[in-house]
């Protein structure tokens, strides 16, 4: 067979592939959800075998009859226009009571977006955004100022960076399964406006040094004006 036509059905049995799997992806989600808002059954085999954390199409929900309480039909949809709105998709966080052996989930939105609202369990996505942004401090210092400047003379700033790198690696775990654009989303050229939410977010954040730190990145960008 000639490369180009082994290539050609090599390419087409990944695909095929592929659509395989999002199948039985999409099946597999469809009975948890039913599972966990259409029988309010919250514990079981079928939530053992889904992982802490995973991601799917909001297509996978939408015009599906699941929720019987109008509370949750109503944050179903939510989740699945605000998905479909970034062209994004619905993550799924999966928690469990070991005292009473019950599972219970949070919905997300995904990638995270700078303007979102921080969370307990999207904060390792907004430290990881923000670890972005002192990397590119430290390459572009004429830009902002480099926020790592200090760090080997100011314990203190020395010790912020190691908790926002801390929080950050929560993230580690699925950028081993997902690609990073699936995760978060952010302009790696960081232009004002980006830089702003950043700010706020962080400013809004509930680590007790964060307002600290927003503090000393006021103090670095102020000196560039």
Known sequence: MQDSKA???????NKDTEKSGEAVMAEAVLKLFNAYYRDHNHAGKLYDDFPNFFLFKPSVLEGKEIAT?????????DVIQRAKARNGYIGVSKHRNPKLGY?????SVM???????VSKDNKGEFFYILTKFIEFTKLHPKMYGNLTAEVESDKDIALMLNGIK????????SLDIYP???????NPNWPVTEVK???????????DWCEMFFEY?????????
């Open 111 to 117: 990638p995270f977006m700078m303007g979102d609202a």
């Open 103 to 107: 599972y219970w989930l949070e919905l």
């Open 7 to 13: 290539g050609a059905v090599a390419s087409k049995a």
């Open 180 to 186: 990073e654009n699936m995760l978060v989303s952010y």
């Open 69 to 77: 309480r109008s509370s949750e039909k109503l944050l179903l949809d």
């Open 197 to 207: 939410k950043l700010l706020q977010s962080l400013k809004e954040n509930d680590q």
């Open 217 to 225: 990145m006021m103090y670095v960008m102020g000196k560039k004006t």
């Open 166 to 173: 801390k929080m950050a690696s929560r993230l580690s775990v």
